[in-house]
């Protein structure tokens, strides 16, 4: 049963088809092999074929299995650097032609199918590919084939890691379960294979299984272990010489820390993470990066920054069909629309975002939020009442720490006359280590409110501390926005002065204490990090970095980090 459904593992999504694509292996002239994927009608595959070009990988040795293996790291290519229909083609076959002699090679292989069709947004061939891989996997439970499971590289003749004592396959089937949750929209049933894959960081420290411990904890919503444990894979890939995983690390990495709302971190590792891919010419992996490094600029306020990045990850998401990507960089815009107070271009970016089968589904309900907070203050409520009621379904599944917050904010917004109890409890609700950002926003709402409701005094104490979170995060734009509200409270918030000239009299100012923490605080440490690093706490921190923004006449970390020598 499972190497019939690698052969044809579209029989998990479409039974009314027969196979996803024709191929055939030919022997070329000078005696070696070809191996000729024509993909056919399969949904994914529709931006495969668009020439009626065939696929062909060329293979030095009589062997299908070798045959498979150089189709494996033509798609890894492939994955990395072209259209994702093409990959996903490409490890399909790689799946059909291994099954027979090689089936640890096939669910190899018809996994990282599921991954290129994951990042295509494509949810019925991806778990058409997850099905497979685990009917394939439960039969052949602890068996010597545990050790080809562990991702390839773009070398099909790289060794092989040695398999771990214990279950070899538990970790891979709990993980497969996990995604196959999310993926058919039942998220209930991935929360306890997905908690299993993240239990198991604590007992390993191979570098494969701190990388699905990250995944598994960003998709459980808790960004925090995210970040943690991904800083554990990146570390154990490098001491262990796992040149194909870094970039895949960094690029969760990236993501968790932007999600825990440290955006110079996640700006720091997306940076890092661009370069490797453009030197390494993973042409997706970096157009994944400039999405991140966008959604960071959005709340930095560095508008330039999130349109350059957002439009180039944006140009090859949409000729590599690149769901993810193009769903992160879109928001990104629409983010840096709600921070100049445009809600009526925030709103009308997300709106095709947030319908049902818009987006791509793993981050769609990242967006409902963002959009429904746009439509109100847009005037459109009407709009946002049905993604609100989607989004209680969401945070009742308990998969997103951060749910709940965003619903009762979100709740506020379109409840006049309850908004007050709805703030407060979203107040309570956010997440104690989830950043300052997503609290700010929620307290300058508050503040809004009770300025229309004509509390003026309370408004004013609310508008304090989400300027001073907005301060903190360096969410520039937004800083602006709560200073404009204080001013309409009756306040004057004290006016920065302009930013003193690279190595002038602004630095030379500065304490040595303070020249310390502004240098850590430029190469994208966090409040809490420099803190670590000084012995000092963080509310000492906090003082410190106020009294250098004001001596600089900077209001964001990117002016600072601008300001401060990279030296």
């Known amino acids: 049963m499972g190497r019939s459904a690698l052969r044809h593992p579209d029989r998990a999504a479409a039974p009314a088809r027969r196979s996803h694509l024709a191929a055939t292996v030919r022997r070329l ?31 030095a040795r009589d062997s299908i ?46 996994t990282a199918a599921a991954g290129a069709a994951w990042s295509a947004g494509d ?22 084939f545990a050790r080809l499971l562990e991702p390839h590289t773009d070398k099909a003749s790289a060794p092989l890691p040695e398999p771990h004592a214990g279950s070899a396959f538990a970790p891979l089937l709990d993980y497969l379960a996990g995604l196959r949750g999310l993926v058919e929209a039942t998220p209930g049933a991935a929360l306890s294979p997905l908690g299993r894959v993240l239990a198991r960081a604590d007992e390993d420290d191979a570098p494969d299984t701190l990388h699905r411990a990250a995944v598994a904890a960003l998709l459980l919503g808790d960004a925090p272990a995210s970040a943690r444990i991904g800083m554990r894979a990146l570390a154990a890939a490098r001491s262990r010489g796992r040149e194909d995983l870094i970039p895949q690390a960094l690029e969760y990495l990236a993501y968790a820390e932007l999600r825990a709302g440290r955006h110079a971190p996640a700006r720091a590792h997306a940076l890092e993470g661009l370069t490797a891919a453009m030197q390494g010419g993973r042409v997706n992996t970096a157009a994944h990066h400039r999405a991140v490094l966008a959604l960071a600029a959005s709340v930095e306020g560095d508008f330039t920054e999130v349109e350059t990045q957002a439009a180039q990850a944006l140009a090859v998401a949409r000729r590599h069909r690149l769901a993810q990507t193009g769903t992160l960089a879109e928001w990104a815009l629409a983010r840096a629309d709600l921070s100049r107070g445009r809600p009526e271009a925030a709103a009308s970016r997300l709106q095709a975002l947030v319908r049902p089968g818009g987006g791509h589904f793993a981050v769609r309900p990242l967006l409902m939020p963002c959009f429904i907070e746009a439509a109100v203050l847009a005037g459109r409520p009407e709009e946002a009442r049905p993604v609100a009621d989607e989004l209680r379904l969401w945070a009742g599944f308990g998969i997103d720490h951060g749910a709940f917050a965003a619903l009762a904010r979100c709740q506020a917004l379109l409840d006049g006359d309850g908004a007050d109890a709805h703030f407060r409890r979203s107040l309570q609700l956010h997440p104690v280590d989830g950043g300052d950002f997503e609290r700010a926003r929620t307290l300058l709402l508050y503040g809004k409110w009770l300025r229309r409701r004509r509390q003026p005094g309370r408004a004013r104490a609310v508008l304090r501390d989400a300027l001073h979170g907005f301060e903190r995060c ?9 200073n404009e509200e204080l001013r309409a409270t009756g306040e004057q918030p004290r006016e920065p002065a302009r930013p003193a000239a690279p190595g002038g009299e602004g630095l030379a100012g500065l304490t040595p204490h303070q020249r310390r923490i502004a240098g850590l605080v430029a190469t994208g440490a966090t409040n809490r990090e420099v803190a670590q690093t000084l012995s000092l706490s963080v509310r000492t921190v906090d003082h410190h970095l106020r009294n250098i923004f004001a001596a600089l006449g900077v209001r964001s970390r990117v002016e600072l980090a601008r300001l401060v020598p990279r030296s």
């Open 29 to 59: 002239d000078d005696g070696s092999l070809a191996l000729i994927v024509a993909p056919t009608d399969a949904h994914l595959l529709q931006d495969a074929d668009r020439s009626g070009a065939t696929l062909t990988v060329q293979v």
């Open 474 to 482: 360096g969410a520039a734009g937004w800083v602006l926005q709560a």
């Open 65 to 110: 299995e070798d045959a498979a293996r150089a189709a494996l790291a033509a798609g890894s290519r492939t994955l990395a650097a072209g259209p994702l229909g093409d990959a996903y083609a490409t490890f399909v076959q790689a799946a059909a032609l291994a099954a027979e002699t090689a089936p640890a090679l096939a669910v190899t292989a018809i």
């Open 123 to 144: 949810r019925r061939a991806c778990a058409g590919a997850l099905a497979a891989a685990r009917r394939a996997l439960e039969p052949h439970a602890d068996n010597a």
